[in-house]
């Protein structure tokens, strides 16, 4: 057994309490400097649950990028390719891309038929009643919990082999860190403690890349071709089961399609259901929260294919004559176990640190997405209908810590029934995936009625059940752990899941048709006292936009409220537009929200066939093993990918966002120089 942990327990502690403090003293700064330079004020429950639904494509990308990059997405696409060679990783990244793809088709649709909605819970109420309400709730909290559970389950797997740290310990120290500072900073803070996580796990993936394929003699590996010929010495060592000619260097691999398939599945309920993603809809620009989106996948893809093709690929060169054991790799310490023997102390503190930001970003991520539903769809909708906004954000702020304290307490209980990460990332799919299709249907097809809904998302979780089950009995011959954890037992319930629900909400929508009136739900949070200012007065322009003139002693914000410091002569916005228009939905070109639905329908049409047929399938259907030019082109493919999508994430949003923080600049500036 490969022996991985270089460091004390010490580390372990000191790197989620240390670093975890310090994102909430940023935070923190983040929104002292916002209150103070920006009508934007996280005391408003608009701005601290949608950011004012003013945020730049670049940044959500780079949130999108964040939030959808779990420890599940570094340690279970390297698991993949350790497991199944160069076909994991592209299974990982084809399967999970397409649906932050296909999620900008209901971005648009959110947009157009339910603007000022702050979860995707409300338009449900709003258009199906207070049953399937509560129906779909429990889908939400479903899917975040598991969510939250894999997070916690995946880092404290790292954190335990890395430096022995208490699983338990982990477990619950990390969410409460984490819900310190989405408490103090709310949405828009988030992104911005998002985009930083961002910016070290591009660096980190480029370091570890460029270390191992570009190394040279201090490297273990050294060059693309010494990895190519490590990986063909590692098929007669150790043949890949259901690879052609047991290779590590084809898409010719039998269990890697079963994988993509249920990722595939499995990640359109985590996306579709998860309010994290709906969150990051509402709190774009309309005019720009496809392209958000479209640009969010692309980005996203090269992380676990560019990481996992290094890492995953790695971990096999370099354990040939000492394999990992298969509970290390369950546990998804492939990549770990790779970082250990690139870089030693090095590479595992690395490696560390970008899981303990994936983890930290997600979680913050989750954190504020079940606020939402807490806050929205059980406080105000059932507890206190007339809740103002200042006792929302205080909803919000205790909603934050209970789910912290949640998440926790699922974690610990996975941990001790011998739930891997692994096991609950192949079973999520079934649990969910009913509920994708009507919910889908929810914002862009005015024809289903109540009871597909509800039915179709009822029937699809029965019926992923039962294939689940029956097929870990009568293949694996008993019901335990492993067999329900199976290949076959987890793809028979994903497809079930949410082929059942697609069919059941698509037969009764044609069977009794309703027609809704989207006017219904675009009246969702029209003149609610949600949508006040700070101060509660309604402010007449959306933007967080602050007019300052020289030698004023006072400056009026949008709403009216001279409350906010004087700044040199243009106006002033954090991160967000300066188009008056930016954040007045209703106001919107229709016809450039329909234009956008047509660039999502077509780039998801293409990129599906492009990433899940064009090129994959081909390759599999001719058996072909890579040589080591293709392999090299393979490698150098990852790479240049992998800068395209640092470009989006990295320098995008400061581009977009430049003349934001410059006259922000020029206005702490003058503060502190003591000029008013």
Not at 182 to 191: E, I, N, P, Q, S
Not at 357 to 386: C, E, G, P
Not at 614 to 625: D, E, G, Q, V
Request: proline share 3%; with cysteine; glycine share 10%.
């Amino acid at each position: 057994m490969l022996e991985i942990q270089v460091f004390g327990q010490s580390m372990g502690y000191g790197m989620v309490v240390g670093v975890g403090l310090f994102f909430a003293v940023v935070m923190a700064c983040i929104s002292m400097v916002q209150n103070r330079y920006t009508s934007f004020n996280t005391h408003s429950s608009e701005e601290f649950n949608t950011a004012s639904r003013s945020v730049k494509p670049g940044l959500i990308a780079s949130g999108i990028v964040s939030a959808w990059t779990w420890a599940a997405t570094l340690l279970q696409s390297s698991t993949v390719a350790y497991q199944y060679g160069v076909a994991g990783p592209f299974w990982y990244a084809s399967g999970a891309t397409m649906q932050i793809i296909w999620f900008s088709i209901l971005a648009v649709k959110t947009k157009q038929n339910a603007p000022r909605a702050h979860t995707y819970l409300e338009i449900i109420h709003t258009r199906y009643g207070t049953q399937a309400h509560i129906v779909f709730i429990c889908f939400a909290l479903m899917t975040n919990i598991i969510v939250a559970s894999e997070l916690l389950l995946g880092g404290s797997a790292v954190l335990s082999a890395i430096t022995g740290m208490s699983v338990y310990a982990a477990n619950f120290l990390i969410p409460i860190v984490v819900a310190i500072y989405v408490a103090l900073g709310g949405l828009r803070a988030t992104f911005l403690c998002d985009y930083s996580h961002t910016v070290i796990l591009f660096i980190v993936i480029l370091y570890f890349v460029f270390h191992t394929y570009t190394g040279g003699a201090g490297s273990k590996i050294g060059s693309i071709s010494e990895m190519w010929h490590l990986l063909e010495r590692a098929a007669e060592v150790t043949p890949v089961a259901g690879n052609e000619g047991g290779s590590y260097l084809t898409l010719k691999s039998n269990f890697a399609l079963i994988f993509g398939v249920i990722q595939l599945c499995s990640g359109s309920g985590t996306v579709f259901l998860d309010q994290g993603y709906w969150q990051r809809a509402i709190a774009s620009k309309p005019e720009t929260s496809v392209k958000a989106y479209l640009l969010g996948g692309l980005a996203w893809y090269p992380i676990p294919f560019a990481f996992a093709t290094t890492m995953g690929l790695g971990a096999v060169a370099l354990t040939i004559d000492n394999p990992l054991t298969a509970s290390q790799v369950s546990s998804g310490l492939a990549a770990p176990a790779a970082a250990t023997l690139l870089l030693g102390k090095l590479g595992a503190g690395t490696l560390l640190l970008c899981l303990f930001m994936a983890v930290t970003s997600a979680a913050s991520a989750q954190l504020i997405a079940v606020s939402s539903i807490l806050t929205f769809d059980i406080w105000k909708m059932y507890v206190r209908k007339n809740a103002d906004g200042p006792e929302l954000v205080k909803v919000s702020h205790i909603m934050i810590g209970v789910f912290a304290i949640v998440m926790a307490v699922f974690a610990c209980i996975w941990h001790s029934a011998g739930i891997d990460l692994g096991w609950l990332f192949l079973v999520m799919g079934l649990l969910i995936g009913g509920a994708v299709f009507p919910v889908a249907y929810t914002v862009t097809w005015n024809k289903q009625p109540k009871i597909a809904a509800i039915a179709g998302a009822l029937c699809g979780l029965t019926a992923g059940l039962t294939s689940w089950l029956v097929v870990a009995k009568c293949y694996y011959g008993e019901i335990t752990v492993e067999s329900t954890g199976a290949n076959y037992s987890t793809l028979a319930g994903n497809l079930a899941a949410i082929g059942t629900g697609a069919i059941v909400s698509t037969t009764l929508t044609f069977l009794k048709p309703e027609n809704f009136d989207w006017e219904i739900t675009r009246a969702i949070g029209r003149n609610s006292n949600i949508q006040m200012g700070h101060g509660g007065v309604v402010a007449t322009a959306p933007t967080a936009v602050v007019n300052y003139e020289e030698g004023n002693s006072r400056s009026e914000s949008p709403n009216g409220i001279n409350e906010k410091p004087s700044m040199p002569e243009k106006d002033v916005t954090f991160l967000a537009s300066t188009e008056p228009e930016a954040l007045l939905e209703e106001d919107v070109d229709p016809a450039l929200l329909h234009s956008a639905y047509n660039w999502a329908k077509w780039a998801s049409i293409i990129m599906t066939l492009v990433l899940d047929v064009i090129i994959p399938l081909p390759l599999f259907f001719s058996h072909y093993k890579y040589s080591e030019g293709f392999f090299k082109g393979w490698v150098v493919i990852s790479i240049i990918w992998t800068f395209v999508a640092a470009f989006i994430c990295v320098l995008l949003p400061i581009w977009e966002s430049r003349e934001a923080i410059m006259l922000l600049c020029r206005g702490m500036k003058k503060d502190m120089s003591g000029g008013r």
